[in-house]
């Protein structure tokens, strides 16, 4: 996607050979405009997929999320990391691994939310070690609803989530494939 | 506004005499038609207040934040509750005491996102005793930027928060004011 690449040439700052810090449009500070356009390309995407749910996770999915459930005219649920006021019981559950933290948390969704009949998009900022996305996916099967497939705005592909992932059957679709972030320099992946 | 009112009484869930419980379509599935029509009610009372930038709080504020920002044209920041991989120094910071909790938090938002003459709108789901809006609110302000004013979904007329911000002269918009949830019945105070 031609837009966000040249956002993140412009305003992406490399952080080190494996963080890309995007603050001023995705992470903390967001651009509504370049949602629409992300929303925009997802939908597209997908839009032959029967998508009845969109399934993402706090806090940076929620804006890419959410502009593609407006064009494809679903609902969008974000998974919770803790509990809430309330988000507490009649819950599904799955476990997900930080390598940066070398800890396990739970993330949440309440079983009102998915039903077998449901046919879901999972959306995420960044698919890096993929624990996020292959726990969203857990948690999504655990209802009996059916997973089309991933939208991913930044995907490493020097990590090995996008691989892992996609070789378990999961289509996946990133919208900027980082290939490299040596030498403080973004390259990204050709496009296929 | 009444197509809010509407899907409150229709999905909204009391819980007990203070609390709401709203999860279906805006604390953890989202209704993305509706949060594109709070963003045009919010972006409709505020667009003669030259808005050059909204602030809210992860999660359930960026939603509407996100959708405020689409039609006023202007970025949407998000302050984090905890550390993240890229938002760890140079930062505005503010304490949020929480009643239920019994403990105080510190909110955070890049000094890189706010200056001086930035004119910011607030946005948050929930008023309730107002600690995490006027935390939003301090925040700002030791970035030297104005606060024209504060969008909120819904607010608890019964608890304090929205008397005592607006008694310290920040304009508060909230699209339904609940009066009471005793009961187990939501009563909307009256359009003023
Ligand atoms: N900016 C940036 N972020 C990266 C990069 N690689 C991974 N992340 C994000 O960092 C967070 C790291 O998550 P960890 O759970 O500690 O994962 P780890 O296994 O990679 O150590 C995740 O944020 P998250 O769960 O999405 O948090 P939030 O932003 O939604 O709060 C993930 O999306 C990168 O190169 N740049
Ligand atoms: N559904 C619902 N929520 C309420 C109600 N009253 C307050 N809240 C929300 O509950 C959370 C409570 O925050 P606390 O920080 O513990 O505040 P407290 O002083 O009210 O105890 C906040 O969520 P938050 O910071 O917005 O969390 P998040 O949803 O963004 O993760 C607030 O918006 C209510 O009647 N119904």
Chains 1, 2 share one sequence.
Do not use: C, W
Request: aromatic share 4%.
């Amino acid at each position: 996607m031609k837009m966000l690449k040249e956002k993140i040439q412009k305003e992406g700052i490399v952080l080190s050979d494996t963080v890309l810090k995007v603050d001023t449009f995705l992470n903390h500070q967001i651009d509504p405009q370049l949602m629409q356009e992300i929303g925009k390309e997802f939908a597209a995407r997908f839009k032959d997929a029967g998508i009845t749910k969109i399934v993402t996770i706090e806090s940076s999915g929620i804006a890419p999320a959410l502009m593609t459930g407006l064009i494809l005219d679903v609902p969008v649920i974000f998974a919770r990391k803790r509990k809430s006021l309330t988000l507490s019981d009649n819950l599904l559950t799955a476990t997900v691994y930080s390598f940066t933290k070398q800890e396990s948390n739970d993330i949440s969704v309440s079983k009102d939310m998915l039903h077998e009949e449901d046919v879901v998009l999972l959306i995420d900022d960044f698919l890096a070690n993929g624990q996020a996305l292959k726990g969203l996916n857990d948690l999504v099967k655990q209802s009996g609803a059916q997973v089309a497939g991933a939208g991913i705005v930044i995907e490493k592909g020097f990590q090995t989530g996008g691989k892992e992932i996609r070789a378990n059957g999961l289509r996946v679709e990133s919208l900027a494939i980082v290939e490299s972030l040596v030498n403080g320099g973004v390259v990204f992946a050709e496009e296929s």
